[in-house]
């Protein structure tokens, strides 16, 4: 588990996608991760704006993606980041058993939830991908 | 019932049915007025273990209330009850007592029972009722109903005849019922009888004074007199006129003075009803006295030195169900018992009514019949089981029964005792006549004869002698008198044949009494009548028919001689040469004839000396039944010796040649005849030899015809049973059917899916429903299931069902089904228990499940979909918190505009919830949010626009961005001062396919607009919310004369839309913009 600190200090500059429907959390999401030094891209309500990011972006730390996009699943997005060898984070209010089968490992979050558990997870996520990638 | 003291006496109506009884009952019960006042108990022959159908049978049938009859129950009047099972049911002190059979001895007879114990509970208001049925229960029920003076019926042949018509027939033959019905008109003849046994009550009471009855009575009294000889004047005045009043009733005459007018006219009905007033049934040992009498003074003489090879016969003609023959047998048992050597007995009864003879036979009776009985008796001579008594086979073997007429067929000899107590009451008087002869004839010399205490007879008072007039007992007269008359002279001894006793070889003891003659005890004239009678009297013998000899004269020397061979006292073989063929001859004559007959002319030789003579044949008055003839030899002339007759004066000496010739040829003829007369008798011995050995194989036959006629009854009562077991079977097939049909019916109704399988999976049935998983068709009956596909996922039947048959343990599971619809099945899998609780084989159910599942699951959608609904919501005000906590300094200004907007979220929610998450008119949500700024003046909002539908996810959006804005006017703008005015329009734009809805706010009148130096979260969130949620814009102009605002959003059908009409003429919804 990553600490507050050493969490604070991982997400310092790191890119993170954030893809969400709900404007209140998505701008939630928005000023927090500023807070904790992100660079926010995004967020994105809808699929087509976000695959078009993923595309454009040469750098993408991690992601933040919400399954239900106003009535269609983020399916396409999580597949185009997993192509792009980028983490991602699902959060859902249907709870685990609503994320896409194919990516059923990844880590969920369960809406709402502390932010500072989102963060934790974030960071989780960026060690877990620096431990594989840059060793 | 009848005895009951504080209740008015009703009649009990007994009912003895058998085979064919129900189709009786019913019309019965079906013409039986329900108001009556009688009570029915209704008997029938019931197999063991089985419960009778009758109640809810005859309950159909009629308004009384029909109950099954119980232990201990008062017989109540309109009431029929009914036997319900085997048991033994009487009635005593007006209840019902039902007993449990003995298993070991089952009663065959309880009609018998019930009517015997009803004639003694209820005597004349007893009615018994004999229906169809086998056998012949009820015939002595009857007996004893009739006795105590109750009224008995029984069903007629008629267009009704009885489907089973021997008990009926039994019952009618004893000449005890008094009416024989339909049984239709039973019930309306017994509602009469009974009304006019009521009048009668009442006329006894009120009429006596008047004499009316009395003058009647005393009128039917002198007929009576008249015509059957008995004077019934000092009888009972109600037991007489009751029995009256059944005559009349059996007649349907209704009154008094008529009948006495048929018994005028009628000539058999003073007789018929004679009949009806001594009817006294015989029971065993009824007549107490009588039978006492009997027992002390005629069977010891009956018996009296007898020896094993001596026979006791005794005869009882009209014996009808047999209880006099086994008392009578009873006491001579008894008499044996004194005895050293035991000589055989033969009770011969007889009767022409072979049904009553079959009750004789099987010589079981209710235990009511032997009340007269002492206890010694009745242990010794009965074996009690149940309720009824049979007699010991030691009892039984001294009684032959066989069907005979007293009047018709020859009679039975030699007997030592006729019983004959019933039958004489049943003849007129000219068949009275007949049968007291035939007695005597029966009878061996000394014989009894023991008649009914009211029987008697005058006009052959000359062949009895009485021995208790009181009771009826006589013996037959021998006339021996008459022949001691006869011959005083003859034994005495002065005759020089001392010792002769000539009646000493005769057989059959039919002795002639001869008594010796006391001499010096006779007077003169009798010794000089004596004297000269030997002197001159001519020499005789007395002969039977057969020619022996039982009585000599004096000085027969002459006619008669020893004949050669063993002594001989056939007078045919002593007569001397030349008498033998004339003796012979007229012997014969005379006993053909019976008149005297004479022949002259005779001639005999004796000692050289011929004699001629005379014989004459005269016949004795008949003794004993015993011919005797009287035969005397005449003298004509002196004797001469042989010369001078051979050569009579005055005969042609040429005429010797032809006598001479002649003689020889008659010699000759005589010789040759004496031949034939002797093979004549050889022949006759050989006959009456060979009748002997007849006589006995009848005897033989008949007892094996009385063992035959035993089994048979059996046989009939098993039969009986086998018939009510077969009907109650029908009646429970029925039952079966109709239960099965029921089943059939539901199996074809029924949605559930149900195979019965055995142990080995093989199909017993199923229902319809299972076609649609299984395809079975009738002919897969006996296949096992497992050859058959069937439209399930994942389904191991064979498994699954090993399984419930090794567990015992039912299976319960959801299956889904292959076939296109999909089904979804409840599966059950049951063990099925046999009739012995035994599994052996198991039930599979499908129930089809399909909507069920279905509803699960949109509720399982509905949930989380909830779920959803309520984290994005929270997580919406966590944002909305947050956000407006980092703009907002002033605690007070956070809370105030915080709960504005959660004010206004609510609010939006509570529309879209109202009507269960559908769209939202526009024009609605404007309203909302603008309405309370209006303070009531018209003119400072104007709402424009064509209807539109929100989803609820662009509703909230809508609604949050209109909130901003009002709230902003009222801090800061148009809605904020008096004058201030806010116009809302909207209006569709775009071409068809990329149509926008767009929204204008103006502001107008209110104070001096800036531009804000940075722009608000409230002005940040307008401008996101319908790019973000929407894909939709909101633009903003802080115009210094007022806000302007534009918001659009696609209108792509879902989360904005037009309602149809308008779609379709997007030119008028520009129009109104």
Redesign the interface.
Known sequence: MVDVASSSMLLLGRRILVVE????????WE??LIEAGCAVLGPF??IAPALHCIAEEPLIDAALLDV?L?GATVLPVAEALDSHGVPFLFA????A??VPAPFRDRPVL???CPLRTLLAELAQLIAADAGVARP | VADSSQHRPFHVVGIGASAGGIEALKPFFGALQPDGGQAFVVVTHLPPDRESYLVPILGQMTPIPVVAAEDGVEVEPNRVYVLPREGILTIADGRLRLRKPDPAHRERHPIDVFLTSLARACSEYAVGIILSGGGSDGTLGIKAIKEHGGLTLAQGRDHTEPRHASMPASAIATGLVDMVLPVQEMPSRLLAYIRGFEALDGKIAERKQEGGVADARAAICRILRNQVGHDFSGYKDKTFLRRVQRRMQVLQIGDLERYVERLRQDPDEPRLLFRDLLISVTNFLRDKEAFEELERRVIPSLLAGKGADDTVRVWVPGCATGEEAYSIAILVREGLDRLQGMPKVQIFATDIDEPALAVARTARYPAGLLEGISPERLKRFFTTDGSSCAVTKEIRDLCVFSAHSVIRDPPFSRIDLVSCRNLLIYLDSELQDKVIPIFHYALRPGGYLFLGTSENFTRHAHLFTPISKKHRIFRRQDHAGGLQGLFPLVTAPTQGRPGYDGAAALPDQRRPVLHAPRPGGLPLRQIAERRVLERFAPAYVVVDREGEVIHYSARTGTYLEAAEGAPNRQLLALARKGLRLELRIALREAVVTRRPVRRDGLTTDFDDRHQRLSISIEPLPERDGAELFLVVFQDSGPSTAREEIAVPAGEAVNRDEAVQHLESEARELRDRMQSTVEEYETALEELKSANEEMVSVNEELQSTNEELETSKEEQQSINEELNTANFDLKAKIEELDRANADLKNLFESTQIATVFLDRHLVIRSFTPAVTAIFNLIPTDRGRPLTDVANQLENVDLRADISRVLDTREAIERRVRGTGAASAHYLMRILPYRGTDNAVDGVLVTFVDVTQIVEGEQHQALLV?EL??????M???????V??SA?REPDVRAFADRLLDRLHALARTYGMISRDNWTPVPLRELVEAELTPYADGDDRRITIEGSPVLLAP?AAL?FGMALHELATNAARHGALGSADGRVSVAWSFNGAKGGQRLALHWREAGGPAVEEPRRSGFGTD?LR??L???L?GEAKIDFAREGVRAELSAPIDGELVRVPDRMVAAPGDAGAHG
């Open positions: 429907d709900e404007l209140m959390i998505a701008a939630l000023t927090i309500p809808r239900q106003h859902t209010g249907y709870g058993a609503g369960t809406k709402p | 989380a779920n959803h609904r309520v984290r994005n929270l997580g919406a005000v966590i944002g909305l947050a956000q980092a996810k959006a969130m996101r919310l790019t973000y949620e894909d």
